[in-house]
């Protein structure tokens, strides 16, 4: 698989509460991310992830588009805690090694109630 399908299938599984394989499936023993909430190890963010699947069960994941250069991948998602939520614009950067992802970094916007952009955020 291309690292831009390895990142999709990898959100895909985290988003579905499948967490574990995912990460068994894609994530390097040395992983390193960047999120300012939890602590910059595998670990770590794994049991974030899973706890934040627990709270929300009903999450959904919409990607939007995928790039890749070289080593990077940058996918674009909209992500809605539930059925209910506006959601956010999120940008996940992937950085592997061989078939398997290093390190990450995510950013999130929310979606605005009232958006004066007339083309919206996707």
Do not use: T
């Not at 999120?35 to 627990?54: C, H, I, T, V």
């Not at 069960?57 to 995928?66: G, Q, T």
């Amino acid at each position: 698989m291309a690292p831009k399908d390895i990142a999709v299938s990898f959100l895909k599984l985290v988003a579905s509460g499948k967490i574990r394989e995912a990460y068994d499936k894609y994530v390097h023993p040395d992983f390193r991310h960047h999120n300012a909430y939890f602590k910059g190890d595998r670990e770590s963010l794994k049991a974030a992830m899973e706890e934040a699947q627990k709270k929300n069960p009903n999450k959904s994941l919409d990607i939007k588009m995928a790039l890749e250069d070289c080593d990077r991948v940058a996918v674009l998602s909209h992500v809605k805690q539930n059925p209910q939520d506006r959601g956010a614009a999120v940008v996940h950067i992937f950085r592997f090694h061989g078939n398997q992802i290093v390190e990450m970094w995510d950013l999130g916007q929310p979606i605005p109630e009232n958006m004066p952009n007339e083309n919206g955020m996707f």
